[in-house]
Structures are given as C-alpha cells and as structure tokens.
C-alpha cells in the first residue's frame, strides 16, 4: 500500500471508531492536475439527525490536509454545522454556521477563526433558478473591516457543469473566474483547468473500499500512526524599519523681566535766597575846564566872582 494512502485512510480512521454505530458511508478520490497527483479519503454517517463527516487529501509531496465535522437538522429547512480545517503545517480553522432553506433559495452564514485567533464572518445563498440553473452570492468580512464580495451562476446539462462568476475587493478590485467540468465515465469527471478526478469507493459501513488499483482499509484494518509533517523553517523576518516622525519643539516660554528699580539720586536744594544790597558808587563827575566869573549883577543880586 503506498504511504500517501495511508495518510489518507488514517483521518478517515479518526471518525469510524466513534461513529461506527451509525450507517455510514466511505470513499476515495484521486484528482490528476498539472501540479501532480492528489489523494483523497473520506467518511461519514448519520444518525439522530446529525451527520458526521471526516476527510483528508494527501498532496504529491506528502502534506495532508483533514477537514472533520458535523450537521444537525435543528428543524425542517434549518440546520446548524460545525468542524475543523487542517492544513499540513498544522494550522487549524474552526468554522460554524447556520443554513436555511425555503422556496428554492438555501442561506448561509457562518464564523471563522485560525489558529493564530484572528476570525472572519461570511454570509451567502445559493439559488436554484431553474432545472440544472444555479446563482450564488455571498461576502466574507475580516476581523479588520474589509469585505470581499462574490457572486457566481452555474448551468448543469449533458453531463457538462459550466461556471463563471466575479469577486470583488474592498478596494473595488475584482477578479473573474470559470470553468466547466464533464463527466466523461462512471467516477471520472474532468475539468476545463486540465484537471481529472477520479471517484472509487463503495457505500459501506466497514470492510474494504477498492479504487483504482489500490486499497484501503477504513473499518475494520488497525489505526496507522501517521507522524505530522516537519514545521516549516523558522524565517526571520526584519522589523520595518521606524518611521521617523517630526516633533516640533515646543514653543519658547515667554519671561517677564521686570525692569531694575529706579537709583536714588539725592539731588541738594538750591541755596536760599540772599538780597545782596547794591553798593554805593560816587561817580567822580567828569572834569570840565574852569571858567573864572566875574562878580556881577542877578536878578538883583550881587554874584561875588567865582570859577564855574
């Protein structure tokens, strides 16, 4: 038995030992691409209203991803759904949501939350238009606000399923895709992407299940201990450098100085007053030359001579 159909078997092994009291069924798968060769196990069963499933996909070098789970039919139309995601680097995704169903249309919503704890929500529905006509629509919103919108219609006829839809971002980006995929046999279905899917397998509630040459074991063969791939390498990854961010320094404080006091001059009061009495000066009278007078007559009086 090759090793990547064990890896497969074994998470198909996981859910049989709890489940096996129920009608079940199990299969396997082998999908054909142009990146190489991938495997596929899976079980389920049924019972008080809930089914259980489990699933893994061995890749071509070996990694092997697992998806297990579980509906309930909580009441007509309406059911509840849980599980886990497994990728082969060990990394989880819990996912649960609630579907209901009425007049053609069923619709979906749902929460996920990865390993790291980071959680996403999606909503969507799936509309049955017509006979073998389908349009489905939906969003997924991250933790951190931003939406991606899909929408999408499928058409079913001759054994040929075509598909094309859109998906757009938050940043107004979008992307298109289709494809088809036919039914060329009994469990061999291939695509327009080049890619081929073989179906084998039996339902059954234990015992062997024979595809395409192989066997594998899914009830009743001893679980098979299957080591998890290595972890990836530790890669370092350097810090963004630091933004250099400008910081205006703060503004001058403003300081009031106040002006030195005024000196104290001592300024002397005038002296008093003092009345200074003028002095007397005798003006000699200016010499004038002598002139003798005779005595003489005036007026009738005798003037004796003199000099005048």
Not at 15 to 26: C, M
């Amino acid at each position: 038995m090759k090793p990547r159909y064990l890896v497969a078997a074994t998470a198909s092994l996981l859910i049989l030992t709890s489940t096996s009291a129920f009608a079940g069924w199990s299969g396997h798968g082998t999908a054909y691409t142009p990146r190489g060769t991938y495997n596929g196990a899976h079980y389920g069963s049924c019972g008080g209203g809930t089914c259980s499933h489990a699933g893994g996909v061995a890749g071509p070098y070996g990694g092997l991803a697992t998806n297990t789970g579980s509906v309930t039919r909580t009441a007509p139309g309406q059911f509840s759904n849980s599980g886990t995601a497994t990728g082969p680097n060990g990394r989880q995704v819990d996912h649960s949501g609630d579907t209901s169903c009425a007049g053609g249309t069923c619709s979906h919503t749902g929460t996920l939350t990865g390993s790291d704890g980071h959680t996403a929500s999606t909503s969507g529905s799936v509309t049955r238009d017509a006979p073998g006509q389908y349009s489905s629509s939906g969003t997924i919103t991250g933790e951190n606000g931003n939406t991606v919108n899909h929408s999408a219609s499928t058409s079913c006829a001759g054994g040929t399923c075509d598909r094309w839809g859109t998906v757009t971002g938050t940043d107004g980006g979008t992307v298109t895709h289709s494809g088809s995929a036919t039914r060329v046999s009994t469990g061999v279905v291939t695509t327009s992407g080049g890619t081929t899917v073989v179906h084998g397998g039996t339902v059954t509630t234990g015992g062997t299940v024979t595809t395409t040459g192989a066997t594998v074991v899914v009830g009743t063969a001893p679980a098979v201990y299957v080591p998890p791939p290595p972890p990836p390498p530790a890669v370092y990854v350097a810090p963004p450098p630091p933004k250099v961010v400008y910081v205006a320094p703060p503004p001058p404080k403003v300081v009031y100085v106040a002006p030195p006091p005024p000196k104290v001059v001592y300024v002397a009061p005038p002296p008093p007053a003092m009345y200074v009495a003028p002095r007397g000066v005798y003006m000699v009278p200016a010499p004038r030359p002598a002139v003798w007078v005779p005595g003489h007559w005036a007026g009738g009086f005798w003037v004796p001579a003199h000099w005048a």
